[in-house]
């Protein structure tokens, strides 16, 4: 299979400017894939929120690539539920297998 083969899951975030907050992500769906790889990388860091109600978020900050030009800071957040989360966890599997008793993936291709 090549890179033409391969769908990839993509995550728009809208600037705040465009709502007054950034949102819980409400669901997650596999489309074609529209761009290639990306020319840069960045670090995240992940932590888990508890809601007023006492439900649990897995949230997922973001920072920019390291040729960004105002030093390390959050670019993106993503908050995620339990159900969502259970949406990222079957594409994960779905695009590199299940992980191994180490909790190793295997290099789907």
Not at 4 to 22: H, K
Not at 62 to 88: C, N
Not at 91 to 102: D, L, M, R
């Amino acid at each position: 299979m090549d890179e033409a083969d391969v769908d990839m899951i993509t995550i728009v975030f809208l600037p705040p400017s465009i709502g007054p907050s950034l949102a819980i992500l409400r669901s997650l769906v596999r489309v074609p894939a529209t761009g290639g790889v990306h020319p840069t990388e960045s670090d995240a860091v992940w932590s888990i929120v508890t809601t007023g109600s006492g439900n649990r978020l897995l949230q997922v900050s973001t920072f920019g690539s390291d040729v960004r030009l105002s030093g390390p800071k959050v670019s993106q957040t993503i908050q995620l539920d339990a159900s969502t989360a259970a949406q990222l966890l079957s594409a994960i599997v779905e695009t590199f297998g299940a992980p191994n008793s180490k909790g190793q993936f295997g290099a789907l291709k």
